[in-house]
């Protein structure tokens, strides 16, 4: 039986998304019937991938699923000839993961959100929420490859909108109770977060205590506008993760990375919760509820 090997910086038992084996099952494969994913999970220590995926090619695993960006650079360096599919929010080419979207070389492909690229248009929806005086801070993780982008696309767009922006570091999730102190201290208004999975690891949580802050927040995953948080705006994980399931069918029946286009995702998500904004007394903009994808009341 085809093995593949899971590579993810997520939390042990965090799961894979339903929509990876629906891909899968479109592509023909169906988990413990004629494939079978192992996982290895770093528990948010970047340190810990390389040697995590050394295994996956002592193993000789069939393909690799790296699940972020720090997942595939350790895959990438790791081996150049066991295939190997990816799902980031980053552009890969900048990243240096393929040579081109149409055409990758080498033996990596797979699906990019764009989502680090859609920083400025999070500003804009904070921004167009928040009143003019509002300070806004931002969280980016300067132990993901992609922060000082990240930091920079933020940097600008704050500019362009004369706006004032608070760039607050976290690694890890024990550095959030730091980060809901420093809110308070610097009378920050809004917060913005960048999307890293250690970032977004407790979304329900973090809604909680921002909410009890009285801090509107816009994320980058809709688990945690479902959860109580503000908003989200963000790629629709489930068009990732199924393309993602399908690479990886189409992987193990042959086809090669190197001639199979990274795919990007198209659905772009703007979720809003409505029941939040009523307890932090927030009046959304008529432009912006017409543009929601989704309204929680």
Known sequence: MPVIGVLSSDAAGTYIEAAVRQGLNLAGFVEGRNVSLEHHWADGQYERLPALAA????????????TNLQSSNAAKAATSTIPIVFTIGANPVEAGLV????????????????????????LQLLHETVSAGTVIAALVNPMDAYAATLTRDLETAARELAREVHILHVSS????????????????????FSPNDVLNSEPARHAAELLRLGVPTISTRREFAEAGGLMSYAPSRDEMWRTSGIYLGR?????????????QVTRIE????????????IDFPTAILVRADEVIE
């Open 55 to 66: 295994d996956f090619v002592r193993r000789l695993v069939n393909v690799i699923f790296a």
């Open 173 to 192: 999730e024990r550095d959030f109770d730091r980060v809901f102190a420093t809110l308070r201290e610097r009378s920050a208004g809004a917060l913005l």
């Open 99 to 122: 040579s081109s979207l149409n055409r990758p070389g080498g033996n990596l492909t797979g699906v990019t959100s764009m989502s680090g690229e859609l920083g400025g248009k999070r």
């Open 251 to 263: 992987v193990l029946k042959g086809d090669k990375p190197a001639e199979l286009p990274v795919q």
């Open 270 to 281: 703007l979720i809003i919760n409505m029941k939040t904004a009523k307890a932090l007394g």
